[in-house]
Each structure stands twice: as structure tokens, then as C-alpha cells.
Nanobody
Framework: QVQLVESGGGLVQPGGSLRLSCAASRTIFSINTMGWYRQAPGKERELVAAITSGGSTNYADSVKGRFTISRDNAKNTVYLQMNSLKPEDTAVYYC???????????????WGKGTLVTVSS
């Protein structure tokens, strides 16, 4: 079964940078997309960035030009480089994988446990 483990969260000052990592287990038959969502206090979970198996990317308007999503297929890992961080970026960030764990499996969503990013002076 797919297991997703996030790392890289923490406390950073406004204008600073962090890199989040999400490592997936090697039981995946095919991946449609991997991405990052976030949920701030009192708000709904929102898509931050996603990357398809073909390398196409999608970003929330609020992070375009500041965040970059990338992947390392050999390591089954997706990254989120976050630059020029703002207080409004503070949230729990969740790794998401959409794919098929086995050839006969249906496409499904899998989630990590989340990592907290706090942007504060």
C-alpha cells in the first residue's frame, strides 16, 4: 500500500525559504499526479501545487512565482521549494498522490500526515 511521508516543515521568517519533501513507497503502479495541499486555521484545504506524470505543473495563483514543485521519479519523491514566504503561507501542508497502486487497482487519492509550516517574524 502507498505510504507518503512529508518532511521539511518548520518555522521561518517572512521572506525566507523552505523545501518540503514527500517520499512515496515503491508500491505504486502508476501515478497521475503528485502535489501539495495546505490548510490554514479556519480555512478549507486548498491546492498549492501539483505535477503530473508528464511533468506538467499547476499552481495556486497565490504562490505562482514563489513556489516550485518538482519530482525525482527514481526516488518516488516530490518536492516543494517555497521562496519569499509570507505569513499567509502558514498552514499544514499535505502531500497528495493520485494514482494506481496496482495494475488492477482503481485510481485513488493518498495523503500524507501533513507537515506544519509557520511563517512569522
Amino acid at each position: 500500500q502507498v505510504q507518503l511521508v512529508e518532511s521539511g516543515g518548520g518555522l521561518v521568517q517572512p521572506g525566507g525559504s523552505l523545501r518540503l519533501s514527500c517520499a512515496a513507497s515503491r508500491t505504486i503502479f502508476s501515478i497521475n499526479t503528485m502535489g501539495w495541499y495546505r490548510q490554514a486555521p479556519g480555512k478549507e484545504r486548498e491546492l498549492v501545487a501539483a505535477i503530473t506524470s508528464g511533468g506538467s505543473t499547476n499552481y495556486a495563483d497565490s504562490v505562482k512565482g514563489r513556489f516550485t514543485i518538482s519530482r525525482d521519479n527514481a526516488k518516488n519523491t516530490v518536492y516543494l521549494q517555497m521562496n519569499s514566504l509570507k505569513p499567509e503561507d502558514t498552514a499544514v501542508y499535505y502531500c497528495n498522490l493520485r494514482g494506481r497502486v496496482m495494475q488492477m487497482s482503481s485510481t485513488a487519492d493518498y495523503w500524507g500526515k501533513g507537515t506544519l509550516v509557520t511563517v512569522s517574524s
